[in-house]
């Protein structure tokens, strides 16, 4: 009987030891589990405030990061008066400066006196189509039954104009200056602003000169190489500069005489702010194209010359660089 009884005593501290230690172990993993700090089931509070502060600092250290961040585009609650003007100049230094693109005013007029001009007029729109806008093209033409240049002009995908007069002339030159007379007006009555060049069919140009012409603030006028069909030479007409003022002028007869009277400007190598037509107070005049009896073109050389000192030749370096050539043809034309 003793022996039995031991056995049992020994079986129920197996068995209390055994619940003991399980106990102990179900304890010992869910404390493991548990958090080691002192928070509590609000923990996740502090957490929240945490990721504000890093979004939005505290005004007292907001400017001192603004100075050291590469990203100066940052912006933030609002701060002190005098942290607010720095802040706003710091982020004003770092804006690109866009400078808008001034209009293009392109004037070509046209003569049946002259051939191949359909040629030409589409050779010209292929080099105005690679310019960039804004660009305006003003085409001069007589009065015809033809349908051809219309019908050129409406596929370039230039934004034009199409001029049309009704008069005859017998002299050529007479003929193109009224045509230009008439492009003029046409950009005084409705005013147009923009700046102003006379390209005649038989020009070439180079693509920086129409980028130049935007930098051009009242007159601008450059050098243009003169190609004769009969001569194995070339002349140069325009302006020498001293950087970009013009201290004088490349002779322009074909004898290389100098003219007394006036500089040697011809018709497509300056440009002008088409505003001097109808606004000329703006540029410190008492006259415009209304107020005289000139024709248009009479009035924009006058004016050109007058206000010498504030022609700005181009390129801005010295004005050196050809930039536009003309071909001659009228002088091969008359030989035959």
């Known amino acids: 009987m003793g022996s039995v009884e031991r056995s049992k005593k020994k079986a129920q501290l197996w068995k209390k030891a055994m619940v003991h230690f399980s106990l102990c ?23 929240v405030s945490n990721i504000t502060t890093q979004v939005a600092p505290q005004p007292s250290t907001q400017f001192s990061n603004l100075k050291t961040s590469v990203n100066k585009t940052w912006v933030g609650p609002k701060i002190s008066s005098i942290q607010t003007k720095s802040a706003k100049k710091v982020h004003a230094e770092t804006l690109p400066k866009f400078k808008p693109r001034r209009l293009v005013i392109i004037v070509t007029p046209t003569s049946t006196k002259l051939p191949f001009q359909a040629v ?32 050129i002009l409406r596929k370039t995908g230039i934004m034009y104009r199409h001029v049309v007069f009704t008069e005859e002339f017998s002299d050529l030159e ?7 007379n008439l ?9 147009l602003n923009g700046i102003v060049h ?10 920086q000169f129409f980028q130049q012409l935007r ?26 500069c001293d950087s970009s ?52 073109i009479k009035f924009v050389k006058q004016v050109v010359l007058e206000d ?13 660089k050809i930039m536009l050539w003309r071909f001659n043809f009228r002088t091969h034309i008359s030989n035959h």
């Open 308 to 320: 010498e000192a504030k022609l700005k030749g181009i390129p801005s370096e010295d004005c050196s």
């Open 245 to 296: 003022h013009v201290i004088g002028w490349h002779l322009r007869n074909m004898n290389n005489e100098t003219e007394a009277l006036t500089p040697p400007i011809h018709i497509s190598s300056f440009a002008f702010n088409s505003s001097i037509l109808w606004d000329p107070e703006r540029w410190g005049r008492t006259s415009s194209v209304q107020d005289t009896s000139q024709n248009s």
């Open 215 to 240: 930098d051009i603030e009242v007159f601008g006028t450059w050098p243009m190489a003169l190609l004769a069909a009969n001569r194995k030479k070339v002349i140069i007409e325009g302006p020498v």
């Open 120 to 151: 030409f007029l589409r050779r010209l729109a292929n080099t105005i189509k690679l310019v960039h806008q804004p660009l305006l093209w003003i085409v001069v033409e007589a009065k015809t039954e033809s349908t051809e240049f219309p019908e």
């Open 25 to 47: 172990f179900v304890m010992g993993f869910f404390t493991g589990l548990a958090p080691t700090g002192k928070s509590s089931f609000f923990s996740n509070k502090v957490g």
């Open 183 to 191: 492009a003029l007006k046409h950009i005084e009555h409705h005013r």
């Open 198 to 207: 006379f390209a005649e069919l038989s020009n070439v140009y180079d693509l």
């Open 174 to 180: 007479a003929e193109l200056n009224h045509q230009r």
